[in-house]
């Protein structure tokens, strides 16, 4: 599609907020939107290719600001992953997902961390034209303590002069932004209830990158890595778990207004809890062992929701994250938990693109609906300011202006999100914790 014309109407958000085109008219030439309006503002008849969506919803592409393209299989660990699993059938793995994830309309994303040059392999191939995907920006090997979360990506470094290094070596092989694992995570021997880099490594990292105009998002599940990445000035806090030493999960406000005083950005990566509790919905009977996990995942799941609400009422900016780990394609399940926590319809979808779209750096290329940004569009059955979960009702989708073909494999392994049974239920959830 791109270098011919494309004319589509329909009932167009634009990315910002209460701006909806009831009867509107988008024009596209050579991959960017080139003309915006009413449908009564274009006196000429479209030419090039016509679409008549006078009935559906036209929206931005969507953005997932945090997920792993080399996993994605259900009831895997880690360590299954990289015990087993060579670099090449990561890489196409990581291909099948990016394209899981574009056939339910993420035009963009962010490879929060892989092995090797896994995730840049993958992002020069859809650049090449060699497969299609959706933009990816990609953070490369994620830097970690020697031992630490993800130590298997092989970025592991140590002390300033260490994990300056790492950003020097990272930034020389083309990365996007750099990925701090602040805390450990789910990696063996790792312990998400304590910070990884001291306060130094994590100043020295963010210095570095943010010298060589790199973004940096660290992944923070201790309250003392939130602290330390905050004090540092990292740009985007992943997960936020505020867990203490001894487990608890302790709201911190202190840290969120500092949050808010300088600009930092959270992204929750909230369904992961939601499906770590789903899992366990069917157990009639669970043994002692299930019955701890299932009260750790509802403690998990309610002090997320607890937190984000109270984040939200705080007015930090909050984008979404899938964290995709185990289902990529499931991404609205986030977007109804954010809604659930207080934010309205709209809001979450601004925290899907044109927020998004601003904290990842590409705000004027997409995440909008607007003359001179790429054609990265998604056409609904349903309206989503009115119901976020219409974004499983996606018919087309385009990626710069070129309408995107799901190839049979990929479309035999695409959630079957539009069933209602599908569809979060947060009360439901919450519930076989309290059947304990």
């Known amino acids: 599609m791109e ?110 961390g892989a092995r090797n040059r896994i995730a840049l392999s993958v992002r020069e191939g859809i650049e090449r034209g060699y497969i299609s995907g959706p933009r990816i920006l990609a953070s490369g090997r994620p830097i970690t303590i020697t031992g630490g979360h993800f130590w298997w990506c092989n970025q592991e470094a140590d002390g300033v002069e260490g994990v300056r290094s790492a950003v020097r070596t990272l930034s020389k092989e083309g990365v996007d932004f750099i990925k701090i694992m602040a805390s450990g995570g789910g990696t063996e021997g790792t312990d998400p209830r304590r910070a990884s880099f001291t306060n130094d490594e994590v100043q020295a990292i963010v210095e570095e990158a943010h010298a060589r105009g790199l973004k940096c998002s660290a992944h923070c599940e201790a309250t003392a890595a939130v602290e330390r990445a905050v004090g540092a000035g990292v740009d985007t806090i992943e997960h936020a778990g505020f867990q203490q030493p001894d487990g608890a999960r302790t709201y911190r406000p202190d840290l969120v207004e500092m949050m808010v005083a300088r600009g930092l950005s959270y992204s929750p990566t909230i369904q992961t809890a939601y499906r770590g509790l789903e899992g366990f919905r069917d157990s009639q009977d669970p043994s002692p062992g299930d019955r701890t996990r299932i009260a750790a995942a509802h403690y998990k799941l309610r002090r997320k929701l607890e937190n984000l609400g109270r984040m939200l009422a705080a007015g930090v900016t909050v984008v979404a994250g899938t964290d995709a780990i185990g289902q990529f394609g499931d991404y609205v399940i986030g977007l109804e938990l954010f809604v659930y926590a207080g934010m309205n319809h709209e809001e979450a979808l601004i925290s899907a693109t044109s927020t998004a779209a601003e904290v990842i750096g590409l705000g004027d290329v997409t995440g909008t609906l607007e003359i001179g940004r790429s054609a990265d569009l998604v056409v609904l059955d349903d309206n989503p300011l009115s119901d976020i979960g219409a974004l499983r009702s996606a018919t087309v989708v385009f990626q710069q202006g070129r309408r995107v073909v799901v190839p049979p494999a990929i479309e035999d392994s695409l959630p079957e999100s539009a069933a209602a049974s599908h569809r979060s239920d947060v009360e439901g959830v919450l519930a076989v914790g309290h059947r304990l």
């Open 3 to 112: 270098g011919q014309s494309l004319t589509i109407d329909g009932q167009i958000w634009t990315g910002r907020r209460g701006q909806m085109l009831p009867r509107g008219r988008l024009v596209v030439s050579g991959g960017e939107i080139v003309a915006l309006g009413q449908v009564g503002e274009f006196p000429e008849e479209p030419t090039g290719t016509y679409l008549d969506c006078s009935d559906k919803w036209i929206i931005p592409g969507l953005i997932d600001t945090h997920s792993h393209l080399m996993f994605g299989e259900r009831n895997r660990r880690y360590e299954d992953y990289v015990r087993e699993d060579s670099d090449d059938m990561m890489l196409l793995r990581a291909v099948k997902n990016a394209q899981i994830h574009q056939a339910v309309g993420v035009t963009t994303l962010r490879d929060s």
